[in-house]
């Protein structure tokens, strides 16, 4: 009797566990976001290149304007004499100039105007840090240089003004530039001004009757009448156009 209904009482025990509710289990944590790939920025000069080739280009002001540049050849162009290692390359469909020992620069052969004209083209620094637009243009009958990103790296101005160079004249200041960086380069030269600008800054507005013009003693002198230049950096030059023009562009200040 006693086995029996102590039988009964561990059944009942039994079926009382299984009937009382189960641990609800524990949920499993999220998995753990998936970290996107970090993107490579480009290194070598050849990637800089490649990449900054594919960016699209910022539109030059007016119209009329004519190419100096195909984008496929030298046609119209020959390397500058400087001598030492720098060169001449067309790489993805831009002007290159590899780094010189100083100089590396690249004549325009075709015949310019004197006065009366206004230049555009996009130029970037791909290595170095000093210029990487040296732009030797006509003045009349003389020349001057338009410096973008000299002494160091920063320096903007016109060589030669009154036999002062770019680094301590009326047009001297500075600038911050970026390698891998396009910069809208925009020149004109009129009967009695001269302006330029560096994407929409307006960086040179001189008048320039009662001035004397020259180009700084040295190398650069082999950039006449027309060519671009850099100094122990290299450069890369896109969209090179060239018109005709009658007035400034803005009335004086």
């Not at 050849?46 to 004519?66: C, M, T, V, Y």
């Not at 720098?86 to 052969?109: D, H, K």
């Not at 060589?159 to 680094?167: H, L, P, Q, V």
């Not at 600038?175 to 929409?200: K, N």
Request: hydrophobic share 45%.
């Amino acid at each position: 009797m006693f086995m029996a209904g102590f039988g009964a009482v561990l059944g009942l025990a039994w079926l009382a566990g299984c009937a009382s509710p189960r641990p609800t289990p524990v949920a499993a944590p999220p998995p753990a976001p998936v970290a996107a790939a970090a993107v490579e920025e480009p290194v070598t000069p050849r990637e800089i290149i490649q990449a900054a080739a594919a960016k699209p280009l910022s539109p030059a002001p007016g119209d009329g304007w004519r190419s100096l540049f195909d984008g496929v050849s030298l046609d119209g162009w020959r390397a500058t004499e400087f001598g030492g290692p720098g060169r001449v390359e067309i790489q993805s469909g831009l002007l290159v100039l590899r780094m010189g020992g100083p100089f590396a620069g690249a004549n325009y052969t075709n015949a310019v105007p004197r006065v009366n004209y206004e230049v555009t083209f996009e130029a970037m620094r791909v290595a170095g840090d000093d210029f990487f637009c040296g732009l030797t243009f006509p003045v009349g009958d003389a020349f001057a240089s338009l410096i973008v990103g000299g002494w160091g790296g920063a320096l903007v101005g016109i060589s030669s003004i009154d036999g002062e160079d770019a680094s301590e004249n009326e047009t001297t200041q500075t600038m911050s530039f970026e390698s891998g960086r396009w910069y809208r380069i925009r020149l004109r030269v009129t009967e009695q001004r001269m302006e330029a600008w560096i994407d929409r800054k307006k960086v040179v507005d001189l008048v320039t009757t009662g001035h004397r013009f020259s180009l700084r003693a040295g190398q650069i002198e082999l950039s006449k009448p027309f060519g671009l230049a850099s100094w122990v950096t290299s450069a890369a030059y896109r969209d090179l156009k060239l018109r005709e023009v009658s007035a400034p562009a803005d009335p004086p200040k």
